[in-house]
């Protein structure tokens, strides 16, 4: 890792948690040089504002839970479980610091403010992988689309669906986790050859 790469990281990882502990709105640069050990003029030669420090920390987290998400569909094993261990590594890796912040909501928002197409391009990228897990297993003979008549990409789509919506009743943590292998459960039930 090159030393300006190494610097980026240190800055994104001592931004995520003053984000955490004072929420978008208050943080300012200064607060984010000195958790970076570093003086605010050295953090301006990496990033121009805190806007720009922001969308590189949700860059790399989401390109981080990706990673996770395809780690977790080229794994063997049932297509389901793989699924389900995709969707959770996708919510839990994006959720958890920020989840525990008393700030947590005012930076989803700050998120989808500053970096709804980074957002929105990994729920899509999210999506196609799902739906490429799912036409790879019908090839394989070990579901059926056609039981429940739709496609990967809408089965994909209804499951991140699911997903957000046990988030937002239930909350996340082991509610999430327990409403997710509900649904696996159910959608197994539809899907899977007997």
């Given at each position: 890792m090159s030393t300006d790469t190494h610097k980026t990281q240190r800055i994104l990882d001592a931004a995520l948690g003053v984000f955490c502990r004072y929420g978008y709105r208050k943080t300012s640069m200064l607060d984010i040089a000195q958790a970076a050990a570093m003086s605010r003029a050295a953090l301006y030669l990496h990033f121009?504002?805190?806007?720009?420090?922001f969308r590189a920390g949700s860059e790399r987290a989401h390109a981080t839970v990706m990673a996770h998400v395809t780690a977790a569909l080229a794994e063997p094993g049932p297509v389901l479980t793989r699924i389900e261990t995709a969707l959770l590594a996708f919510q839990q890796g994006l959720?958890?610091?920020?989840?525990?912040?008393?700030?947590?909501?005012?930076?989803?928002?700050?998120?989808?403010?500053?970096?709804a197409d980074i957002t929105l391009t990994a729920r899509a990228t999210l999506v196609a992988s799902l739906a490429g897990a799912l036409d790879q297993a019908e090839a394989a003979g070990d579901i059926a689309l056609r039981r429940v008549d739709a496609t990967a990409v809408q089965v994909a789509g209804l499951l991140v669906a699911t997903m957000d919506g046990i988030k937002h009743t239930q909350g996340g943590g082991e509610a999430l986790r327990q409403g997710m292998a509900l649904h696996m459960r159910l959608l197994g039930a539809a899907l899977l050859r007997m």
């Open positions: 121009k504002n805190k806007e720009d420090v959720m958890a610091e920020i989840s525990a912040s008393a700030h947590g909501q005012e930076l989803f928002d700050a998120n989808m403010s500053l970096a």
